[in-house]
C-alpha cells in the first residue's frame, strides 16, 4: 500500500512536472517572439528617421557632421551605436565608444550590399546584440550601409526569469498538490482500505467481525459487499465444518483439508504440535530491494501444515533464507502463513561448517546413498558425524526449551536429517509423545551394517513412539535391522521393539499428494501445448520425465531405455520427443554436479545419434518448474516414464495421475519405487533394463484409450482414497493410539 501511495505521488509529480515544463515553454516562446518582433520594429523606426540625413551627408563626404549625427542618437535606450561603412564593408565612421568587435559583420554588410535591408542577432564580449542595416544610395547606385546595433540581453534575461518565476510555482504546486494527496490517500483512502483488509483477514481466519459500513466515507458501496462476503463466508465454513464432523464418522468418505482441522480440533483439544524439520515451510529471501516469502514444492508442508492451523503449534526448521533473520524476532520465531497467520515458525541457525558436515556431508553424502542403494558409495567421515550430532543437539535444545511448560507434549519429527533427536527429547521429556517419519527407503540390514554409526543412529529413532515409513518393507527391514544390531526386544505380530524399557511402534505410512476425487477439473491443455512450444517440443507423441537432478531417479537409465526403443522403432523417429525436467539438485555435493555433467552428456550423446531435421529426440530442461507449470505438461504427455533405482515413494507418479482427469495417459514407474505398491495401473518395470524400457514405452504408445481410462480410473481412484490428509490423519492416530 505505501509502495501505491509512492506510486500516485511520483506520478502526480511527473505530470504536474510536465503540464509546467509545457506551458514554460509555450510562455517563453510567446514572450521571445514578442520581444524580438518589438525590438525589430522598434529598431526599423528609428532607421527610417535616420537613413534619410545620414546618406544624404554621406554623400556629401561631410563626414563631421555625420559623425555628430551618429552621435546624437547614440546611448538612447538599447540602442548600442551606429556604424556606416563604404562599399567595402570598411567603417567610416561610427557612434562614439563603439568597440572594434561589431566589425565582424562584413558578411551582413555584404548581403545588404547586394540584396537591400538585413539584420541578425551576434554575440559580442558575451552579450547579445540585434543588427539592422540598409543600405545608402547616391541616385540609383548603391554606396554605402548604415547598421543599427541595439542590445539584446533583456531577451535572454527576461527568459531566465520566466524560468526562475516558473520553478518557484512548480515547486509550491508540487508541495500543496503532494500534502493534498498524502491527506486523501491516508485518510480517505489507506485507512479504510487496510480496515477493510484487516476486516478480511479477520473474517478469512474464523473471527466474527461486524462491518461498520458508515464508516467508509464513498467506500460504503464495497463495504456493503464486503459485509455480504463475509456473512456468506462465515456460514460456508460453519457449514464446512458441520460436514466435516459428519465426514469424520464416515470410513468411505474422502479426507479433505478441512476434515483433518477438524479431526485435530476434536481429539487434541488444546494440545499444541511441534513439528520439526530441515527444511523450512516459509522461506524469506532478498531479492534485490525486496523481501519475497516463497512455499518450497513440499508434499510434507502440505499434509502438516493443516495440523499447525487446527492447534496453533509451532514448526522447528533451519533458518535458510537470505531475509530470515531480519523477518523473524530475537527467538527466530515468526507467525506464518504471512498473510493469516495460524502458527509459529522457529527457524534455528546453523553455521556453514555445521551445514556443510549435518547436511551435505552426513545427511547426504552418507544417509542419503547408504538408504538407497543407487551404487553411489556412501561416504562416512567422522567430522559429518559430529556435526550431525551436534546440530540434531541444537535442535533437541530449543525444542526442549519449547515445550518446557507443557505437559505430554506432541512432537513430529520428519526425516533422516533427525535420526538422533527422539531419543535426546525422550530421555529429558518422558511423558513427550514423539512421531518420526522417515521419508527415504530404509535398507536391509546387510547393507545398513556398512554404516560405522548404526547403533546411535538405531537407538536414536527407537525414542520415538512411532516410527513411520513409506511401505511395510521397509518396515520389515528396519525391524530386521534392530534385531540384528541392538539387544531389544522385537515383536513382529505387533510391529514393536522394546529398548530399556521404552516401546516403539513400527508402522507404514504411504505418503500422497493433495488430491481428492471431488477437486474440479481444470483446464490445462492450451496452457500445456503453449509450453511444449516454449521448450521446442512439436512432434505427435510426447514423453515425459520429472525429477531432481539425482543419481537415484535413474535418468541415466531411462535415456538408455529411450535409445534402445528408437534403435528398435525406427517409425517413431520424428514422431516422439521426450521432455525431462530435471532442476539441479543439492549442487554443495560433489556427486551431485558430477551427475549432472553425465546427464547432459549423455542427453547431447543421445540427439547427436538421432538428429534429423531439426529434431532431436531428448529435450533437457534443468530447471525447477512450479505445479501450476507441470499440470499442463502432465496432461499433454502421452506417457510419464518413471525409472528410479530406489525410492522411498515417489510423488511425482502419483501428480500425473492426479492431473489426468481425463483419465488418459500411461505411467511407466519402476518396480523400485513405494508407489508401485499403490498404482496398480501403471506399467511396472525394472529400469536396469533398457529393452524392459524400452518394450514399456511400445506398449504405452499403442495402448487404447479404453485401456488407458480403465487403469487410470483405477489409479485415480487409489490416490483419492488415500491423499496427503489421510496420510496425515493416519499418522496422527499412531502416535495418540486411536488406530480404528
Not at 477438524?262 to 525486496?290: A, G, M, Q, W
Not at 547393507?447 to 560405522?452: E, N, T
Request: hydrophobic share 40%; with cysteine; charged share 25%.
Amino acid at each position: 500500500m505505501i509502495n501505491r501511495f509512492w506510486l500516485i505521488t511520483v506520478g502526480t509529480f511527473v505530470i504536474i512536472s510536465l503540464i509546467v515544463l509545457g506551458f514554460t515553454i509555450l510562455q517563453i516562446q510567446e514572450q521571445k517572439a514578442s520581444l524580438i518582433a518589438d525590438l525589430q520594429y522598434k529598431t526599423q523606426i528609428l532607421m527610417e528617421s535616420l537613413q534619410d540625413s545620414v546618406e544624404s551627408t554621406y554623400n556629401t563626404k561631410s563626414f563631421d557632421a555625420l559623425q555628430v549625427t551618429l552621435d546624437k542618437f547614440a546611448g538612447r535606450q538599447q540602442l548600442t551605436g551606429l556604424v556606416v561603412s563604404d562599399m567595402q564593408g570598411v567603417r567610416v565612421a561610427s557612434s562614439k565608444n563603439l568597440g572594434a568587435g561589431f566589425d565582424n559583420s562584413s558578411l551582413l554588410k555584404a548581403s545588404v550590399m547586394q540584396n537591400g535591408p538585413a539584420n541578425s542577432f551576434i554575440i559580442v564580449g558575451g552579450s547579445k546584440f540585434y543588427e539592422f542595416a540598409v543600405p545608402l544610395h547616391e541616385g540609383e547606385n548603391v554606396t554605402g550601409s548604415l547598421m543599427i546595433i541595439e542590445n539584446a540581453d533583456y531577451i535572454d534575461q527576461t527568459v531566465s526569469q520566466i524560468w526562475r518565476t516558473n520553478l518557484l510555482r512548480w515547486l509550491i504546486q508540487v508541495l500543496v498538490f503532494s500534502i493534498a494527496i498524502a491527506v486523501i490517500v491516508r485518510w480517505f483512502i489507506f485507512l479504510p482500505l487496510m480496515a477493510m483488509i484487516n476486516s478480511m483477514k479477520n473474517i478469512r481466519s474464523g473471527k466474527t467481525e461486524e462491518i461498520d459500513i458508515e464508516s467508509y466515507s464513498f467506500f460504503k458501496p464495497l463495504a456493503k459487499e464486503i459485509s455480504k462476503i463475509s456473512t456468506s463466508l462465515l456460514r460456508a465454513r460453519s457449514a464446512a465444518s458441520q460436514e466435516a464432523k459428519l465426514r469424520m464418522e464416515k470410513i468411505d468418505e474422502p479426507w479433505t483439508e478441512e476434515r483433518l482441522k477438524e479431526f485435530i480440533k476434536t481429539h487434541l483439544k488444546d494440545r499444541k504440535i511441534f513439528v520439526v524439520s530441515n527444511r523450512e515451510p516459509y522461506v524469506h529471501n532478498r531479492i534485490k530491494n525486496e523481501i519475497e516469502v516463497s512455499v518450497p514444492a513440499s508434499g510434507m508442508v502440505t499434509a502438516l501444515e493443516p495440523l499447525m492451523e487446527a492447534c496453533e503449534g509451532m514448526w522447528l526448521a533451519q533458518g535458510t533464507g537470505t531475509a530470515d533473520k531480519e523477518t523473524a524476532d530475537a527467538e527466530g520465531k515468526i507467525k506464518v502463513p504471512v498473510d493469516d497467520p495460524k502458527y509459529t515458525l522457529k527457524r534455528i541457525w546453523v553455521s556453514a561448517k555445521e551445514e556443510k558436515g549435518f547436511y551435505g556431508g552426513f545427511s547426504n553424502e552418507a544417509l542419503w546413498p547408504l538408504c538407497h542403494n543407487a551404487h553411489t558409495r556412501p561416504i562416512f567421515r567422522q567430522e559429518d558425524w559430529q556435526d550431525y550430532k551436534r546440530v540434531n543437539g541444537k535442535f533437541a535444545k530449543s525444542l526442549l526449551l519449547e515445550i518446557k511448560d507443557i505437559e505430554n507434549p506432541l512432537i513430529l519429527v520428519q526425516d533422516f536429517h533427525f535420526a538422533l533427536l527422539p531419543q535426546m527429547i525422550k530421555k529429558a521429556r518422558p511423558d513427550a509423545q514423539i512421531g518420526i517419519f522417515w521419508h527415504i527407503p530404509w535398507p536391509s540390514p546387510e547393507i545398513f551394517s556398512v554404516c560405522p554409526f548404526q547403533k546411535e543412529i538405531l537407538e536414536g529413532l527407537l525414542g520415538a513412539d512411532v516410527i513411520g515409513f513409506h511401505t511395510q518393507q521397509y518396515c520389515n527391514n528396519f525391524m530386521a535391522t534392530v534385531s540384528k544390531n541392538i539387544e531389544s526386544i522385537s515383536d513382529f505380530e505387533q510391529f514393536a521393539i522394546t529398548l530399556k524399557g521404552h516401546l516403539s511402534y513400527v508402522r507404514p505410512f504411504p505418503i500422497s499428494i493433495a488430491f481428492t476425487k471431488e477437486g474440479k477439473d481444470m483446464k490445462y491443455e492450451e496452457t500445456g501445448k503453449k509450453l511444449l512450444e516454449q521448450f521446442g517440443v512439436k512432434t505427435k507423441y510426447v514423453g515425459l520425465g520429472v525429477d531432481r537432478m539425482d543419481y537415484t531417479k535413474g535418468i541415466l537409465e531411462r535415456f538408455k531405455g529411450l535409445e534402445f526403443f528408437l534403435d528398435a522403432h525406427a517409425n517413431y523417429k520424428e514422431q516422439l520427443t521426450f521432455l525431462q525436467i530435471a532442476p539441479p539438485s543439492r549442487e554443495v555435493v560433489e556427486r551431485y554436479r558430477e551427475f549432472n555433467e553425465e546427464v547432459t552428456q549423455e542427453a547431447e550423446r543421445i540427439n547427436k545419434k538421432f538428429y534429423q531435421n531439426g529434431w532431436n529426440p531428448i529435450v533437457l530442461v534443468k530447471k525447477h518448474l512450479s505445479h501450476k507449470e507441470l499440470y499442463p505438461l502432465y496432461r499433454s504427455a502421452d506417457f510419464c516414464l518413471v525409472t528410479s533405482l530406489h525410492d522411498g515413494m515417489n510423488l511425482v507418479s502419483k501428480e500425473f495421475v492426479a492431473a489426468r482427469s481425463d483419465n488418459a495417459g500411461v505411467i511407466i514407474l519402476s518396480q523400485f519405487t513405494g508407489a508401485a505398491k499403490d498404482l496398480k495401473g501403471a506399467i511396472i518395470i525394472n529400469p536396469y533394463s533398457a529393452e524392459e524400457t524400452s518394450k514399456a514405452i511400445d506398449e504405452a504408445l499403442n495402448m487404447s484409450l479404453s485401456k488407458q481410462r480403465e487403469r487410470m480410473k483405477k489409479m485415480r481412484d487409489s490416490v483419492g482414497n488415500y491423499n496427503v490428509y489421510k496420510w496425515s490423519s493416519e499418522f496422527m492416530k499412531a502416535i495418540l493410539n486411536l488406530e480404528k
